[in-house]
């Protein structure tokens, strides 16, 4: 018995012990199992992902090969349609296709294309309601400001809050471009008030694309340099002692103003345009330049010094409203580098700068111009279809992606783009001096900047030109509306 139970207490640890193995054993199995499937799983993974990083590499070169010979066709396209070597069916741009028959029906598809992207006009509604805002705060505002302090030539100061309040009211709302500078708040102004509201209202009311203004430009700017010089005429003649016939006449008729065989007034019989390019100083043009009737220059810079090159004759200074602005702050607000009885003519750059031309032409005895509104929006759009047109051609993007690449509603036309398309209108040929650019000559022949602006396009400008001299039978804008052009030659 004691034996038999000495024996079942042996047996139990051995019954015992197996079941640990057993367990020990399933644990080490299952242990086994586990550290194998996670191993697979590792390598079923790898391979994933090397079969998805193989995927991506195989969409990205597609993707890239499709990109660069969509774009190898643009630009094939593109070149082909100026060229007019262009296939039957391309891409008129990546992403959308357009089979025309013919290079010309793609031509002209690609023109017409052109033509609607120059004709957008970036910031044009927010630049009205600032001049809403600017002609409120001229009028309304400045009256209240005459009744809170009354008294003319009285200084005027804020003490309060609501002071301050009245003076952001009288410097108006939104950009500060078109913002009244305080000092001109002051009584003293208030004369010139009624000249600004007007001649802003008339650029306003003209603010429009009408491409027939290039036929109204003698009557606009000729006629009034005509008179004027006349005028001059008959002052020298009567101070040397020999008058001139006091029947002419200065008014607008045919013995003071010449007509042209289809009975329109006649433009002067030649014009030289002188840009203000550093290649100015690689040619002695200058007696070449003085021989023509008319003599444009920009933006009032000198010729003293420069004569041999420039030439020194001036019949008319064109300037942008920034110029006008630095003058309006010298005594008697003197602007004629080129003499005292040489007309200006400016466009505007910002709205706000009519106040300038209300003190400066209240001063001025010479005939101080503004061009039209209408003028202005012609050359904008001219100059945009070129730049349009040479962004497209040399990066084959889309032209809605322009914008980004040209400062949006800051750029605009150069002031010697503009003075060539006066003297379009106005001369009977053109001749064109200093515009263009080498490694070896600085910006401005007469300073020592070096650098083009950002917000002037200029080689779409001397594309411009380069159609010009050439005779091109389509220059945008014009063509459409039948304007001839006179003929053009450029000099380096």
């Given at each position: 018995m004691e034996s038999a139970a000495l024996g079942g207490q042996q047996q139990m640890p051995r019954f015992e012990s197996g079941a640990i193995v057993a367990e020990c054993l399933g644990s080490w199995w299952v242990k086994a199992y586990v550290e194998r499937r996670k191993a697979q799983v590792q390598v079923w993974r790898s391979m994933a992902l090397k079969s998805l990083r193989l995927l991506f590499a195989l969409l990205v070169g597609l993707t890239l090969l499709f990109t660069l010979s969509t774009e190898l066709t643009y630009r094939v396209g593109v070149h082909g349609i100026l060229n007019q070597t262009l296939n039957k069916s391309l891409f008129v741009w990546p992403g959308h296709k357009a089979l025309i028959s013919g290079s010309q029906g793609l031509a002209v598809n690609f023109n017409q294309t052109l033509l609607s992207y120059a004709a957008i006009q970036i910031g044009e509604a927010e630049e009205r309601q600032q001049i809403g805002h600017l002609l409120d705060a001229s009028s309304a505002s400045y009256d209240a400001m005459e009744r809170r302090y009354g008294g003319r030539g009285r200084s005027i100061t804020y003490r309060s809050d609501r002071d301050l309040d009245l003076r952001s009211d009288l410097r108006g709302r939104g950009s500060s471009r078109n913002r009244i500078p305080v000092q001109l708040l002051h009584p003293r102004y208030a004369n010139y008030w009624p000249v600004f509201r007007r001649a802003l209202r008339s650029w306003v009311?003209?603010?429009?694309?009408?491409?027939?203004?290039?036929?109204?430009?003698?009557?606009?700017?000729?006629?009034?340099?005509?008179?004027?010089?006349?005028?001059?005429?008959?002052?020298?003649?009567?101070?040397?002692?020999?008058?001139?016939?006091?029947?002419?006449?200065?008014?607008?008729?045919?013995?003071?103003?010449?007509?042209?065989?289809?009975?329109?007034?006649?433009?002067?019989?030649?014009?030289?345009?002188?840009?203000?390019?550093?290649?100015l100083l690689q040619k002695p043009h200058g007696p070449l330049i003085d021989s023509h009737d008319m003599v444009i220059r920009l933006n009032n810079a000198r010729t003293a010094g420069f004569q041999n090159n420039v030439g020194s004759k001036t019949t008319l200074a064109f300037v942008n409203s920034n110029i006008l602005h630095s003058c309006s702050r010298r005594a008697g607000c003197f602007c004629h580098p080129y003499g005292e009885t040489v007309p200006i003519i400016m466009y505007i750059c910002q709205a706000v700068h009519f106040m300038d031309y209300a003190l400066c032409n209240a001063s001025h005895k010479v005939p101080l111009l503004i061009t039209d509104a209408r003028f202005d929006s012609l050359c904008a759009r001219i100059v945009k279809y070129y730049s349009l047109k040479n962004f497209v051609e040399t990066t084959g993007k889309h032209p809605e992606e322009w914008s980004s690449a040209h400062e949006g509603s800051m750029f605009h036309y150069s002031s010697g783009m503009q003075a060539v398309m006066l003297a379009l209108g106005i001369c009977e040929k053109v001749s064109i001096f200093g515009f263009g650019k080498s490694g070896q000559a600085k910006h401005h022949y007469h300073t020592n900047q070096k650098f083009e602006l950002k917000l002037h396009d200029y080689e779409a400008e001397y594309q411009f030109y380069a159609d010009l001299v050439n005779g091109s039978q389509y220059i945008p804008f014009l063509s459409e509306a039948g304007i001839k052009l006179p003929p053009v030659q450029i000099y380096f």
């Open positions: 009311q003209n603010k429009r694309f009408e491409p027939t203004v290039m036929a109204e430009l003698i009557d606009l700017v000729k006629v009034p340099l005509d008179e004027h010089y006349m005028k001059v005429s008959l002052a020298e003649q009567q101070r040397s002692g020999n008058p001139l016939d006091s029947r002419i006449s200065y008014r607008p008729d045919q013995q003071a103003f010449p007509l042209n065989q289809a009975g329109q007034r006649r433009g002067y019989r030649s014009c030289a345009v002188v840009g203000n390019s550093g290649i």
